[in-house]
């Protein structure tokens, strides 16, 4: 398959965020926003660094497996963070990848630069409000994301209004677990979030359902239930 130097779905993407840019500067710029993007954006230049035992031990092995399940061809991830993901990009699709923060993107863009194989558009955007016409993605992707998202529903009917009718959802989230360790999630999140940007005790698969997808599958992959791959799809 013969992948063109610029897909319609890049200059679609890129010329839908120039377009708003002024005209929805401030949307979802309220304050939990705002918070999150200065935690990722302080955080930004040692991120790899804190997350390098777990990323080896655990992290490096899921998302592996996640995109090895991506299709496309034309696919969108949030939250790319400092592009972690791209080295499991398949060659084959094109890849829209945003991120609310700059300085994350900046980190990502050295990534994406180590891998001219992959097919990849890089934007800075809000999950909240993508700047991005309906029906256009193949695949919505994102990994640990909707954790720090300020309104997690909102970013997943996002998602699901870029996508094509049965365009596919695939998350991998680490989510609120069972009883009294989720009570304990619950009494720590807001200290979590306040010094992270990240929530710990999120119910990521009902808000997913919230949001209007419709759940193909859940597969826990420890024995707390904390961290899930979720597939979903967008109903025709």
Not at 93 to 106: C, F, G, N
Not at 133 to 138: K, M, P, R, Y
Request: proline fraction near 6%; include cysteine; hydrophobic fraction near 40%.
């Amino acid at each position: 398959m013969t992948i063109p130097r610029e897909s319609k779905t890049h200059t679609t993407a890129r010329s839908k965020a120039a377009g708003k840019s002024s005209a929805r500067r401030g949307a979802g710029d309220d304050h939990a926003t705002r918070h999150t993007r200065r935690r990722y954006d302080l955080v930004a230049p040692f991120y790899d660094l804190l997350e390098v035992p777990i990323e080896r031990m655990l992290y490096a092995s899921w998302r592996e497996h996640l995109w090895s399940n991506v299709r496309g061809p034309d696919v969108l991830e949030i939250g790319v963070g400092t592009g972690k993901n791209v080295p499991y990009y398949p060659p084959v699709v094109r890849v829209v990848a945003v991120d609310l923060s700059e300085r994350m993107l900046r980190r990502a863009r050295r990534t994406v630069e180590r891998y001219p194989d992959r097919r990849t558009c890089l934007l800075k955007m809000d999950a909240q409000h993508l700047e991005i016409d309906v029906d256009t993605f193949d695949d919505v992707v994102a990994t640990f994301v909707f954790c720090s998202v300020p309104n997690p529903v909102q970013g997943l009917r996002e998602a699901l209004r870029v996508a094509r009718p049965g365009g596919r959802l695939l998350l991998l989230e680490h989510v609120r677990a069972d009883g009294w360790p989720g009570r304990l999630m619950d009494a720590l999140d807001p200290v979590v979030h306040w010094f992270s940007g990240v929530h710990v005790a999120r119910r990521t698969v009902d808000n997913v359902r919230q949001a209007g997808w419709t759940i193909q599958n859940v597969t826990s992959l420890t024995g707390n239930g904390i961290f899930r791959m979720i597939e979903a799809s967008k109903p025709h």
